[in-house]
C-alpha cells in the first residue's frame, strides 16, 4: 500500500488549494479515506472523510463549508479543496486509509501573508 500526497503550497489567507493523493497497491474504490492535518506542536486531526461506494463525506467542524473531500476511484486519487484558507489551516496534511492504518508522507500547507 502506497499514498503519495501532493498539492500543498504557500498561500494567502482566503487562498484556495486542492491536495491530491494518489494511491496503490490495494483496491481503491473499497476502502474509506481520510485526510489529517498536524500543525507544529498540535496533535494529528482528521480533517475529513469519505466512504467506499457511495463516497459519502464528513468533516471536522472548523472546515465545514470551506474543504471537500472527493474520490476519483478510475484515478486511484482522493482530492481536498480547500477554499478561504485561514492561517490556523496551516498544517502538514496526511492521506490515510484507516483499515490497516496506512498513511502518506504528507504535503505542507502554509496560509500567511
Known amino acids: 500500500v502506497q499514498l503519495v500526497e501532493s498539492g500543498g503550497a504557500l498561500v494567502q489567507p482566503g487562498g484556495s488549494l486542492r491536495l491530491s493523493c494518489v494511491a496503490s497497491g490495494f483496491t481503491f474504490g473499497s476502502y474509506e479515506l481520510t485526510w489529517y492535518r498536524q500543525a507544529p506542536g498540535k496533535e494529528r486531526e482528521l480533517v475529513a472523510a469519505i466512504t467506499s461506494g457511495d463516497g459519502n463525506p464528513t468533516y471536522r467542524y472548523s472546515v465545514r463549508g470551506r474543504f471537500t473531500i472527493s474520490r476519483d476511484n478510475a484515478k486511484n486519487t482522493v482530492y481536498l479543496q480547500m477554499n478561504n484558507l485561514k492561517p490556523e489551516d496551516s498544517a502538514v496534511y496526511y492521506c490515510?486509509?484507516?483499515?490497516?492504518?496506512?498513511w502518506g508522507q504528507g504535503t505542507e500547507v502554509t496560509v500567511s501573508s
Open positions: 490515510r486509509r484507516r483499515v490497516g492504518n496506512y
